[in-house]
């Protein structure tokens, strides 16, 4: 398995709910082969994020990451709730 995890600054005023909602909704959108699970985790002091993505393959993470339509949904959706650039870091699951 492959994938990658973010971590991020909320922007002010953005809560779990508006997190969640646009996850649930680009799930319902987004037929993604070889996608498996995403993980969000809200750090206990509300303003930072954790979210990892599980992918059968690491073919088929680049293909997503490499996606027009990803970053264009990335820019209009989740950009704006969250402050400055993430750090992402990508690689092999273990476990």
């Known amino acids: 398995m492959y994938g990658t995890t973010m971590i991020a600054t909320l922007a002010d005023g953005v809560g779990a709910e508006q997190i969640r909602t646009e996850l649930e909704t680009w799930e319902k959108e987004h037929q993604v082969d070889g996608f498996l699970s995403s993980h969000v985790m809200l750090a206990d002091d509300g303003t930072r994020m954790v979210n990892v993505v599980v992918f059968e393959t690491k073919q088929a993470y680049e293909a997503l990451a490499d996606d027009p339509r990803q970053d264009a949904w990335w820019r209009e959706?989740?950009?704006?709730?969250?402050t400055g650039e993430p750090q992402w870091i990508d690689g092999t699951w273990i476990s």
């Open 77 to 82: 959706h989740f950009a704006p709730l969250v």
